[in-house]
Each structure stands twice: as structure tokens, then as C-alpha cells.
């Protein structure tokens, strides 16, 4: 096998290439959504005497992986982009099969911590590949086609985890990670050449000054909020939807399918912008997108003011998976286009600063606003507004 990737530019992607794209940073998605359902029992498992405790299955997983990911850009670019995804999907197996045996919530913990770090290699190292492969609208419409498969996860995983729970129990779903990690591992090793052309030398001072020479570019900046506003709106809906629709609409058990339907949505609009966006530009689907956004949850905001209700809500929230489907391929190739020799640390203080910061700004709104379909739709209309703010401030592709 080649050991050496196509130059930048020759070629589009390849159906292959996509598939095993979106396989990979599916890690993520996969190893937070299966497991939903599975909460209630790991809690009386593992934690009898505080059956809540099960929830930090996921607390550990996330810092892991927000932690690391940091970490795993610029081994990146030090190392190659092969042997750090490898590494990662091998640790993501490991992972899951702790969490799979575990026979403590403790020793459950440190597996999910493991599965956090592995899986920062893959979701970050497939960014990292693309823009070795590709630059400005074609690496935006590449990165769409991959969000389009990768939208569907989200949606999809909790139904697949409580299928495979109710015909096999909770540890069946653990089962499943190292299998996955398996299949991703065993198909880059065969598939995907290492595309890292220049390595960049990696110690602690270089980590830091790599990081903020990303910071200082306004470009990078933009794309970051960009989609870190879009990112809270969403992520409000991840943490607040299932208080609202179980006590302001009284159908709480209908909200994984609901999420599902929605992030269909969000496949479709990922589809729409990759055939679009060499034509017309990352810049302007961005303005456009978030104009479109604003409108409809202005609108589903009013309906929700003169007694709609549920309608309103629900346009909302299919609004917000749909205007992710504009931005995350665009913003991503906008924050990237002028760091080709820094892909790995680029993607890595990308998707940190953006997750992280969305993070502290949705977790606070079912806090503050228990069940208020009004509170969560106004914080979406507004993250939204910054959005576009950020987009108007770029420089047209």
C-alpha cells in the first residue's frame, strides 16, 4: 500500500474515503448516545445506595475528551495522522471493554475515560486528514457529505441502545464499542495512507504557541464562534428538550424519536451544502443559512407567545439541526484554510474552543429555565444572532 496520500487538490472524495470518514468520527457520537437509555440500570448495577451516580458514565467520558483533544492536534502533526488514529481506536476498544466487563461504577469510570481519550484521536484526525487532501470549498463540501452520514448517529444510537438493552441487558451495549473501535481500526490500517506531508516538532512551549497562533487569526476566530453559537443552541435542546417535552408538552417518551426525525433534517441540509457550496461559496451559504435560521425562530418564538405550542417548538428545534448542516463544513474549512501545516492543532483548537464554549452556555438554560419551551427558544434566537454577527465579519471565499 501507498504510503503517501494524493496532492492537495487532485481529486474529490471518494465514496470510500467518506464512508470510512464518518465511521470514524461517529466514536463519539456512538459512545455518548447508545448508552442513554441503558442509565437507569447501570445505576442500580453499579451504585445501588446512589443510582444517579450512573450519570457521570457520561461526565467522565466528556472530560476525557475535551481534555485530550488538546493534546491529540498536536501529536498530529508531530507524529502523523496514522499512528495517533490507531493509537486512539485501540484505546477506544480497550475502553469498552472495561466498561463492559466493570464491575464497579469506579472501574466503569475509568473505562469511559479511556473511550473519551481514544476517541479525541479519530474525531479530531479525520479533520486533520481532509484538510491535507483538500482546501476551501471543496474541503467544505467534503466535510459536509461526512456530517451528512455523521448527523444521522446522534439520532439513530439511543434507538439502537435500547433495542440491544431490552434483548440483551445493559452490558450489550458496552459489547458494542470495542467492536466498533475493531471495525474502525482494522479498516484505516487497510484504506488510508498517512497524508502528513511536514511534521512540526512537539514540546509543551510549541503546544502553547501553536495554539494561540490559531487564536490570532481572525478568520480562525470567527469560524470558531461561528460554530460554537450554533453548537449552544443545539446543545440546549440536547440538555433542555427532555424536561420540555415531558413537562410543558407531557410526551417525554416520544423524544428520542423526535431527536432522530430532526437530525435527519440536519443530514439533508449537510447534502444541500456540499452540492452548493463550490458554486456559491462558503461565506455566503453561512450569511444566508443563519439569516434563514434567525427568521424561523423568530417566527417559532411568536408562535409560541400566542399559544401554538408544540408546532412552534418543534420547528425550533428541526431549525437547528438543519442550520448545522450549513455551518459546520463551512466553518470548519474557513478556520482551517490558512493553517495547511498545522491541520491536526487547527482542528483540535477548533472543535475545543467551540464545544467547551457551548457547552458553558447551554448547560446553565434548564438550570435557570425548568421545562420553559420560551427561555429555550429565545437563547436559541439569540446564539443564533452572534452567529450571523461572526459570519457578516468574514471576508467572502
Same mark, same amino acid.
Given at each position: 500500500?501507498?504510503?503517501?496520500?494524493p /496532492?492537495?487538490?487532485?481529486?474529490?472524495?471518494?465514496?470510500?474515503?467518506?464512508?470510512?470518514?464518518?465511521?470514524?468520527?461517529?466514536?463519539v457520537?456512538?459512545?455518548?448516545?447508545?448508552?442513554?437509555?441503558? +442509565?437507569?440500570?447501570?445505576?442500580?448495577?453499579?451504585?445501588p445506595?446512589?443510582?444517579a451516580?450512573?450519570?457521570?458514565?457520561?461526565?467522565?467520558?466528556?472530560?476525557?475528551?475535551?481534555?485530550?483533544?488538546?493534546?491529540v492536534?498536536?501529536?498530529?502533526? *508531530?507524529?502523523?495522522?496514522?499512528?495517533?488514529?490507531?493509537?486512539?481506536?485501540? !484505546?477506544?476498544?480497550?475502553?469498552?471493554?472495561?466498561?463492559?466487563?466493570?464491575?464497579?461504577?469506579?472501574?466503569m469510570?475509568?473505562?469511559?475515560? !479511556?473511550?473519551?481519550?481514544?476517541?479525541?484521536?479519530?474525531?479530531?484526525?479525520?479533520? *486533520?486528514?481532509?484538510?491535507?487532501?483538500?482546501?476551501?470549498?471543496?474541503?467544505?463540501a467534503?466535510?459536509?457529505l461526512?456530517?451528512?452520514?455523521?448527523?444521522?448517529?446522534?439520532?439513530?444510537?439511543?434507538?439502537?441502545?435500547?433495542?440491544?438493552e431490552?434483548?440483551?441487558?445493559?452490558?450489550?451495549?458496552?459489547?458494542? #464499542?470495542?467492536?466498533?473501535?475493531?471495525?474502525?481500526?482494522?479498516?484505516?490500517?487497510?484504506?488510508?495512507?498517512?497524508?502528513?506531508?511536514?511534521?512540526?516538532?512537539?514540546?509543551?512551549?510549541?503546544?502553547?504557541?501553536?495554539?494561540?497562533?490559531?487564536?490570532r487569526?481572525p478568520?480562525?476566530?470567527?469560524?470558531?464562534? %461561528?460554530?460554537? #453559537?450554533?453548537?449552544?443552541?443545539?446543545?440546549?435542546?440536547?440538555t433542555?428538550?427532555?424536561?420540555?417535552?415531558?413537562?410543558?408538552?407531557?410526551?417525554?417518551?416520544?423524544?428520542?424519536?423526535?431527536?432522530?426525525?430532526?437530525?435527519?433534517?440536519?443530514?439533508?441540509?449537510?447534502?444541500?451544502?456540499?452540492?452548493?457550496?463550490?458554486?456559491?461559496?462558503?461565506?455566503r451559504?453561512?450569511?444566508?443559512?443563519?439569516?434563514?435560521?434567525?427568521?424561523?425562530?423568530?417566527?417559532?418564538l411568536?408562535?409560541?407567545?400566542?399559544?401554538?405550542?408544540?408546532?412552534?417548538?418543534?420547528?425550533?428545534?428541526?431549525s437547528?439541526?438543519?442550520? =448545522?448542516?450549513?455551518? %459546520?463544513?463551512? /466553518?470548519?474549512?474557513?478556520?482551517?484554510q490558512?493553517?495547511?501545516?498545522?491541520?491536526?492543532?487547527?482542528?483540535?483548537? +477548533?472543535?475545543?474552543?467551540?464545544?467547551?464554549? /457551548?457547552?458553558?452556555?447551554?448547560?446553565?438554560?434548564?438550570?435557570?429555565?425548568?421545562?420553559?419551551a420560551?427561555a429555550?427558544?429565545?437563547?436559541?434566537?439569540?446564539?443564533?444572532?452572534?452567529?450571523?454577527?461572526? *459570519?457578516? =465579519?468574514?471576508?467572502?471565499?
Amino acid at each position: 500500500m501507498s504510503v503517501t496520500s494524493p /496532492a492537495l487538490g487532485e481529486e474529490r472524495a471518494s465514496l470510500r474515503f467518506i464512508a470510512l470518514s464518518a465511521f470514524l468520527v461517529s466514536t463519539v457520537a456512538l459512545g455518548i448516545d447508545m448508552m442513554l437509555a441503558s +442509565l437507569p440500570e447501570i445505576g442500580v448495577a453499579l451504585s445501588p445506595a446512589d443510582p444517579a451516580r450512573a450519570t457521570l458514565v457520561m461526565g467522565s467520558f466528556f472530560i476525557a475528551l475535551g481534555v485530550s483533544t488538546l493534546f491529540v492536534g498536536p501529536l498530529l502533526d *508531530a507524529l502523523g495522522r496514522r499512528p495517533v488514529i490507531l493509537g486512539g481506536l485501540g !484505546l477506544y476498544m480497550l475502553g469498552g471493554f472495561v466498561s463492559w466487563t466493570a464491575p464497579t461504577l469506579e472501574v466503569m469510570l475509568a473505562g469511559r475515560a !479511556l473511550m473519551g481519550v481514544g476517541a479525541a484521536a479519530p474525531r479530531i484526525g479525520v479533520q *486533520a486528514i481532509i484538510r491535507d487532501r483538500f482546501e476551501g470549498r471543496k474541503m467544505a463540501a467534503t466535510v459536509s457529505l461526512v456530517m451528512m452520514i455523521f448527523t444521522l448517529v446522534p439520532g439513530i444510537a439511543p434507538l439502537l441502545g435500547a433495542w440491544i438493552e431490552a434483548l440483551l441487558g445493559w452490558r450489550a451495549v458496552f459489547a458494542v #464499542f470495542p467492536i466498533f473501535g475493531a471495525v474502525g481500526l482494522i479498516w484505516f490500517a487497510l484504506q488510508q495512507p498517512e497524508t502528513l506531508r511536514t511534521r512540526r516538532p512537539f514540546s509543551p512551549r510549541s503546544w502553547g504557541a501553536q495554539i494561540m497562533a490559531c487564536l490570532r487569526l481572525p478568520v480562525f476566530r470567527r469560524a470558531a464562534a %461561528i460554530q460554537l #453559537f450554533v453548537f449552544a443552541s443545539l446543545y440546549g435542546f440536547l440538555t433542555a428538550g427532555p424536561a420540555i417535552f415531558t413537562e410543558r408538552f407531557g410526551i417525554g417518551d416520544l423524544y428520542h424519536y423526535l431527536f432522530g426525525a430532526a437530525s435527519i433534517t440536519g443530514a439533508f441540509a449537510s447534502f444541500v451544502n456540499a452540492r452548493l457550496v463550490e458554486r456559491l461559496g462558503m461565506v455566503r451559504l453561512l450569511r444566508a443559512s443563519l439569516v434563514a435560521y434567525g427568521l424561523v425562530v423568530g417566527l417559532s418564538l411568536l408562535g409560541l407567545v400566542v399559544g401554538l405550542g408544540l408546532p412552534a417548538f418543534f420547528v425550533a428545534m428541526f431549525s437547528g439541526f438543519f442550520v =448545522l448542516g450549513f455551518v %459546520i463544513g463551512n /466553518a470548519q474549512a474557513l478556520g482551517l484554510q490558512p493553517l495547511p501545516d498545522a491541520a491536526g492543532t487547527g482542528s483540535a483548537t +477548533l472543535q475545543a474552543v467551540s464545544t467547551l464554549g /457551548a457547552g458553558a452556555l447551554a448547560i446553565p438554560i434548564p438550570l435557570l429555565f425548568t421545562g420553559s419551551a420560551e427561555a429555550m427558544v429565545t437563547a436559541q434566537l439569540l446564539f443564533g444572532a452572534v452567529a450571523l454577527w461572526s *459570519a457578516l =465579519l468574514l471576508t467572502p471565499d
